[in-house]
């Protein structure tokens, strides 16, 4: 195993050869704001939430996909950083239709800490207002379109962890939604093993258990954790 | 020193905002003795006044109403606060926006209610026409300082208050300004 | 627990009834010949498109039963690209062009005639399905911009009197 | 297949040419005007003049001349004078009257024919490289590419060169990508040959790596590849089949639109009949190198002309771009190093290799060597292919080459690159054509599309045009383009339609950087380009466009 010396914000870190610069910086205490970023599936580097700035080069690089290397030199949270993830979060709020105070995960929610993350006071840009819809014919869980941000998370905890992709994304640009099966209502997919792992994986309250009223919908993150390490580590730890 | 001149103005909300500013109890007198509330729904005032200080606006803009007030108060005050999630956001106010313009969400209400009998309601003149889209304050007008929160908690409110009646441009700290 | 529903197949309910339909028989030749590799998934939505005009969603739950993919893949993929439908189309087509060459030269122009004189708007047919009209970003034939599609032909040098006349031969069938 | 053989074919192919030649463009812009039925007139024409022994009617590619079509040209070896007599916007009627001048042996004076001035400088600039066989050989016809001396320049790195030695000509050239972002085409080779492919991983085939032609051409605009393919297929099957003995590829694909029926089409036929002759498929010129072409087709997604989104397609997927890197040259199709270039990298290819890299590397700038086609439209006089020396001036191309604005106008702009690239402005034509000068610009050489705007195009129009076009195309994959190109489509019309503040016009400025800079892939990244450089040259007609801006 090769090490590798780097510095992140200052600060002089070592991490393993095959670590990305996302789990070094986790390792050494420095946090970075991630949103797609789920530990145990792929990653896909799409909310861009973790760009990072290594000396040397002018492109921003996405931490979750990124891997360290020897004396690099990265930059975690410049202002101008701290300035595009404000905007990719302003940019969430207005897409969709986040209403916090009515949301299952009032206080709870992903989005809603990276919003106070970024000291996001107000949205600057257009609100969308999408038509979307709420699907409950589930019988346990429920998909409110209004409130997902297309980090795919449980798309790929579907197909990584469950192995019955029963979700997907259609449709494309800012058309794009989450389906299951043939873009059917939830409770009539045939593939859906209402295991649960998608609702567990939603940072938002886009993915609940149904009967959860406002501010009640936790989602249980230590679960989809516990079965990435019986899956890929074969360790269980209750 | 002259007090401050306060106003608070009550637009597309469920007043939930000013419920909460009368939170501020025992604050309140301390901030009786500093500005002078000139405008507002808790006291018996007809016309917005010139010369404010500083308004705390609660509410989104729904309304032709809405529309006209906003304007008057952005003209005749130094500083405007949108005041709590309907201000700033929209909020629950603006929930009916995904529904489409006003015809579709009159629809909605009345189109299906036997109460009214599938009749829209029509009082011209007296009740003031809905906006096609409901908008925070700040897509209309210039806003000063965002206080968010559904309702913005009494201590938020009070953090705002504060600094400004000190004449500092209020800062909150990240973990007050949270949307919900 | 729950139970999920039985798992549907496109052999156990779907297209049953048109089990004999020819064009199924091509679409399994094709199929096969691209050994039903999972990848073969964007050939094998055209040459389904081809035979059926648009993708339905017993096609699509055929295809991903025979190319063994989940569903929600098959229909990502089929909702993806522009040129798949999922909805059936008009009896005749027309595209104008709206890429750079044409839009300079008034594309706009040709599509507000083609709005007027069919009353719809780019995406859509016609009540009695006689033309779907949509958009295309660029057919290449810039050299004689505007360009119009009209069933497959590309005009060139159009003008919006050239496309209400074509328009009006389509319409003046129903 | 051995090289007497080839030379066999190419000898009886030219044997067979007779002393007069007709030659009807039959690509799809002359197509559509009705072309085919021109040439199956002038055939009927020939044989009732009793002509057929001396006189070859024959379909070809591109004469350039595009909105002139359809386009006919006539060489008689029995003339003299050597340059041809190129007739446009011909008619099927025009058939006899051409025919007829053949036998008066006198050049034609018919009223209703019209002659295109071959000795204008939109003929006599051009240097063709690319284009060499473009509107003279028949594209159906691989013998006709044979006796253009194609397939030479295979049989001869197969026979006589290392891979090594192939992919050090081609870096001594100085070929860089015409996909647009100009890499280094020789670097890029040496690094696919180079890459190893992944251990442990299950083989889909034997194949360890791949060769891709990308044929999305998709920026609104362009229509070189198209002519490329459609024209003269062959040689890009050629230059695709020496990148892959340099990199030791035995599988290629060739990703093209399905908007391009006719270059699918041809393509499907030269793929059929190179592998008929053992030009493709195994055992190549009686060599151990194997190569086959399968073709993909696109389903109208313009992402899909970024590589890695252009790999997912391939794959059946939704054509989503990852991070790069890796980057294909490592982790390309299926996992396996992958060579990903564009039709017109590959069609440089093998005059490259016949002519040497010294002859081609004469040509063009210090770092921008060789030719480039460009496909001139918009408000322009000449409409149509050209193909330029590197380094030609932008004035010589619109104004000598062009014939100027239609219609007496004055031009003002000429947009290059697509939706990725920029305007340029009037003031900056006398910039020579290459990657750097028109990255300085704040544009791109991007694909080759060049559209000529007039004092009457408005550029808000022209950005709000554009930031349109990637909206629709966003694949919705990363936040800032998928919602990003919204905001700025939003802010865009509001701009338009003067209902704007000039706190919006900060606001478009901070979205286009934060776009640009935070995008996941190329459309992302360049969305913004067309607002930004528009932005630089004609501020004043935004600000000029701002709410109140008359009042102050």
Sequence with gaps: ?238 | MSRVKLATVWLGGCSGCHMSFLDLDEWLFDLAAQAELVYSPFMDAKVYPEGVDVVLVEGAIANQEHLETICTVRARSRLLISFGDCAVTGNVTALRNPLGGVEAVLQRCYGGTVEAQGQIPAEPGIVPPLLDRVTPVHAVVPVDVYLPGCPPPADRIRTVLESLLQGETPRLEKSQIRFG | ?174 | ?552
């Excluded at chain 3, 339905?56 to 798949?84: C, E, M, Q, R």
Aim: proline fraction near 5%.
């Design chain 3, 1 to 174: 627990m729950v139970t999920p529903p039985p798992i549907r197949t496109a052999n156990s309910t779907s297209l049953q009834h048109m089990s004999n339909d020819s064009r199924l028989k091509v679409l399994d030749a094709t199929m096969k010949r691209h050994q039903y590799q999972q990848d073969a998934l964007i050939e094998i939505l055209h040459k389904a498109q081809e035979l059926f005009g648009y993708l339905g969603n017993d096609l699509l739950l055929y295809i991903a039963y025979h190319l063994k993919l989940p569903p929600s893949h098959v229909y990502g993929v089929a909702t993806f690209y522009h040129l798949f439908s999922l909805t059936p189309k008009g009896i005749h087509r027309c595209v104008v062009c709206i890429g750079t060459a044409c839009y300079v030269k008034g594309a706009a122009a040709l599509l507000s005639a083609v709005e007027q004189c069919a009353q719809i708007h780019p995406g859509e047919t016609t009540a009695d399905d006689q033309l779907s009209f949509s958009t295309a970003r660029c057919l290449g034939a810039c050299g004689i911009a505007p360009a119009v599609v009209f069933d497959g032909n590309v005009c060139g040098h159009q003008t919006p009197e050239l496309v209400c006349d074509r328009l009006q031969t389509f319409l003046a069938q129903r």
């Design chain 1, 1 to 238: 195993m090769t090490v590798k010396t780097l510095t992140i914000n200052d600060q002089l870190i070592s991490a393993r050869e095959a670590e990305t610069i996302l789990q070094a910086a986790q390792e050494a205490g420095i946090q970075i704001p991630t949103l797609c970023y789920l530990a145990g599936v792929s990653e896909v580097g799409a909310c861009r939430l973790c760009l990072v700035e290594i000396s040397g080069s002018h492109k921003l690089q996405p931490a979750c996909v990124t891997k360290v290397a020897e004396g690099m030199v990265i930059q975690t949270n410049s202002e101008r950083l701290q300035n595009y993830r404000r905007m990719i979060i302003e940019m969430l709020f207005a897409e969709g239709n986040h209403v916090c105070s009515v949301c299952v995960s009032n206080g709870h929610c992903e989005l809603q800490n990276l919003a106070v993350e970024m000291g996001m006071d107000h949205v600057r840009l257009e609100y969308q207002f999408p038509h979307r819809t709420v699907d409950v014919s589930h019988d346990r869980f429920g998909i409110d379109h209004n409130r997902c941000v297309l980090c795919t998370r449980c798309v790929r905890v579907c197909d990584e962890l469950e192995g019955v992709h029963t979700w997907d994304v259609a449709g494309r640009g800012a058309k794009s939604h989450v389906i299951t099966d043939l873009n059917q209502p939830w409770g009539t997919s045939s593939t859906c093993t209402a295991c649960g792992k998608c609702v567990a994986a939603c940072p938002t309250g886009a993915l609940f258990d149904q009967g959860s009223t406002v501010g009640e919908m936790v989602h249980d993150r230590a679960r989809i954790e516990f079965i990435v390490n019986a899956r890929q580590k074969r360790q269980w730890q209750l």
């Design chain 4, 1 to 552: 297949m051995d090289f007497p053989e080839l030379l066999a074919i190419a000898n009886q192919e030219r044997q067979s040419q007779k002393a007069i030649r007709i030659r009807c463009c039959v690509a799809a812009g002359c197509l559509s005007s009705n072309s085919l039925v021109v040439k199956e007139r002038l055939e009927i024409a020939v044989t009732e003049a009793g002509l057929v022994d001396c006189v070859k009617v024959s379909g070809v590619g591109c004469m350039r001349l595009c909105c002139q079509g359809p386009l006919v040209q006539v060489d008689d070896s029995t003339q003299s004078e050597g340059v041809g007599i190129l007739y446009k916007a011909v008619t099927p009627d025009h058939a006899p009257a051409i025919v007829s001048t053949l036998q008066s042996l006198a050049a034609p004076e018919s009223p209703y024919l019209q002659q295109a001035d071959l000795r204008h400088p939109f003929f006599t600039q051009q240097q063709a490289i690319v284009l060499e066989n473009s509107g003279i050989i028949d594209p159906e016809r691989i013998e006709s590419y044979i006796a253009a001396e194609g397939y030479h320049a295979l049989h001869h790195v197969l026979r006589e060169m290392s891979s090594n030695q192939v992919i050090n000509e081609i870096m001594r050239s100085g070929l860089r990508g015409r996909g647009g972002a100009g890499y280094p085409t020789g670097l890029k080779w040496a690094t696919v040959a180079k890459a190893m492919s992944p251990q442990g991983e299950a083989l889909r085939t034997a194949n360890h790596k791949f060769v891709v032609c990308n044929a999305d051409e998709g920026d609104p605009g362009a229509f070189m590849d198209r002519s490329i393919l459609e024209s003269d297929p062959h040689r890009v099957l050629e230059g695709m089949a020496i990148a892959a003995y340099a990199i030791g590829a035995s599988q290629g694909y060739i990703y093209i639109r399905a908007e391009y029926p006719l270059a699918i089409q041809r393509l499907q036929i030269a793929i059929h009949q190179a592998q008929k002759l053992g030009l493709l498929g195994s055992r190549v010129f009686d060599s151990p190198f194997d190569f086959r072409i399968d073709l993909r087709m696109g389903a109208g997604a313009y992402v899909c002309g970024e590589e890695t989104a252009l790999m997912a397609s391939i794959e059946g997927k939704r054509g989503i771009p990852s991070p790069r890197p890796p980057y294909p040259a490592e982790r390309g199709l299926w996992g396996f190093p992958t060579l990903i270039n564009n039709v017109e990298t590959f069609a440089n290819v093998p005059p490259i290799i016949r002519k040497g890299a010294d002859w081609y590397a004469s040509i063009g700038t210090e770092k921008s060597k060789g030719t480039k086609v460009f496909a001139l439209a918009g408000k322009i006089r000449n409409t149509g292919l050209i193909e330029v020396p590197m380094g030609t001036t932008i004035r010589q191309i619109v104004e000598e080459m062009g014939g100027g604005v239609s219609a007496g106008g004055v031009a003002k702009a000429v947009q290059t690159g697509g939706p990725s690239g920029g305007c340029i402005p009037a003031s900056a034509f006398d910039t020579p054509v290459d990657y750097e000068s028109l990255t300085q610009l704040g544009s791109i050489m991007g694909s080759g599309g060049m559209i000529v705007m007039d004092q009457s195009t408005r550029m808000v129009d022209v950005a709000h045009y554009f930031m349109e076009f990637c909206r629709d195309e966003s694949c919705g994959k990363c936040i800032p383009c998928r919602v990003g190109t919204v905001q700025l489509y939003q802010l865009l019309s509001k701009i338009r339609e003067g209902k704007a503040t000039p706190a919006d016009l900060d606001l478009l400025e901070e979205l286009c950087d934060m776009v640009k800079y935070t995008s996941l892939c190329g459309l992302g990244q360049s969305a913004p380009n067309p607002v930004l450089s528009t932005l630089r040259y004609f501020r004043n007609e935004y600000e000029a466009l701002m709410m109140n801006s008359n009042e102050s």
